[in-house]
Structures are given as structure tokens and as C-alpha cells.
């Protein structure tokens, strides 16, 4: 059964407070597709290369300005 559910989902390493240790994170295809899509519209959405970050803000807005 534990075979059959590792082929249902993909497992992520991401890590903890401070860097100190990696978490486990498992995803279904439904998300994992919906992830590599963010990372693929990340510069049609206005994002550095240089932010790592997976749900970060573009270069056009600031999350402190007032809209």
C-alpha cells in the first residue's frame, strides 16, 4: 500500500526555522502542477530571478503601498 500511495504524490524538502533542518512537504499532481506553473509565469508576473521565494511579490507593487 505504502508503494502504491509514493507514486500518488511527489515529496519536497523545504527548510525550517532558520535553516537548521528540512521539512517534508508531499504534494498530489494537482498541486505540484499548479506550483510548476507559478514558477514557469514568475517573469510574466513581474518577479525577480533573484527572489527564491515561490510566493513572492512582483517588482510593480509593494505590499505596503496604499491601492
Do not use: A, H, T
Given at each position: 500500500m505504502e508503494r502504491q500511495l509514493c507514486k500518488l504524490f511527489y515529496r519536497l524538502e523545504i527548510a525550517?526555522?532558520?535553516g537548521r533542518t528540512t521539512v517534508p512537504l508531499l504534494m498530489d499532481r494537482?498541486?505540484?502542477d499548479t506550483l510548476e506553473l507559478l514558477?514557469?509565469?514568475r517573469t510574466e508576473a513581474g518577479v525577480?530571478?533573484?527572489n527564491t521565494y515561490i510566493f513572492a511579490y512582483n517588482?510593480?507593487?509593494s505590499?505596503?503601498?496604499s491601492n
Open positions: 525550517g526555522k532558520r494537482n498541486i505540484f514558477i514557469i509565469k525577480s530571478k533573484d517588482n510593480f507593487s505590499p505596503y503601498s
